[in-house]
């Protein structure tokens, strides 16, 4: 079975460009959540996504945003990027919802120049 | 303050060695506690979770809450080089609440 994938792994992006990143869930998994991980914050919950629709939200300003499609994949955007984006981004996936059954992906390594 | 607390390590222990590792919490309502590792370039991978109060025990992974200290732990008996990499506790109030997140302790076992 195949895990959660994550594309691209690695981005360099300059600032005040915007950005998308894309997580594929485990199949069957309806259930997609977003962290950003950096050195001095640790893994910070962005926004989670139950088919289709927003579930939860962190506290990220509106240049974050995301969206999920009917087949469960889910992608996130950055507007305007700045040089504190720069972090890994991961996506998890669940069944029902649940953080007991969470997989994690690889992340994206985004780079802000 | 943080809602979680944990010391960032590094932590370096021989191989054999029992590692404790430990976070601290502010949010009395977190009810489900996490513990992660992530090696290095790869995403989290869950090992252990505890419902509540109290102990679980796992092969060589003991998860310990003690919820009136609001204090978290994990052991790790018999370490082994293969478990070098950076521990995250995690906790969320429900089970489809967010997880908060500790910032990691970095665990580097010597053979």
């Known amino acids: 079975k195949a895990g959660v994938t994550q594309t691209p792994r690695y981005l360099i992006k300059t600032r005040g460009q915007q950005v998308t990143l894309s997580c594929s869930p485990i199949?069957?998994?309806?259930?997609v959540s977003w962290y950003q991980q950096t050195p001095g914050q640790g893994l910070q919950f962005l926004f989670e996504?139950?088919?289709?629709?927003?579930?939860n939200k962190g506290n990220f300003p509106g240049r974050f945003s995301g969206r999920q499609f009917s087949n469960s994949r889910s992608e996130m955007n950055v507007s305007t990027l700045e040089l504190g984006d720069s972090a890994l981004y991961l996506c998890?996936?669940?069944?029902?919802?649940?953080?007991?059954?969470?997989?994690f992906g690889q992340g994206t390594r985004l780079t802000v120049v | 303050q943080k809602e979680v607390e944990q010391d960032p390590g590094p932590l370096s222990v021989p191989e054999g060695a029992i590692v404790s590792l430990n976070c601290t919490y502010s949010?009395?309502?977190?009810?489900?506690f996490m513990w992660y590792r992530q090696y290095s370039r790869k995403g989290p991978e869950l090992l252990m979770y505890?419902?509540?109060?109290g102990n679980k025990e796992d092969g060589r992974f003991t998860a310990q809450v003690d919820k009136s200290s609001k204090y978290i732990s994990l052991f790790i008996r018999d370490s082994q080089p293969s478990d070098s990499a950076t521990y995250l506790c995690a906790m969320s109030t429900t089970g489809n609440t967010p997880l908060v997140f500790g910032k990691g302790t970095r665990l580097s076992v010597i053979a």
């Open positions: 996504y139950f088919s289709e629709t927003q579930r």
């Open positions: 199949s069957g998994h309806r259930s």
């Open positions: 998890a996936s669940s069944l029902a919802r649940h953080n007991t059954e969470a997989f």
């Open positions: 949010n009395s309502a977190f009810q489900y």
């Open positions: 505890t419902y509540s109060s």
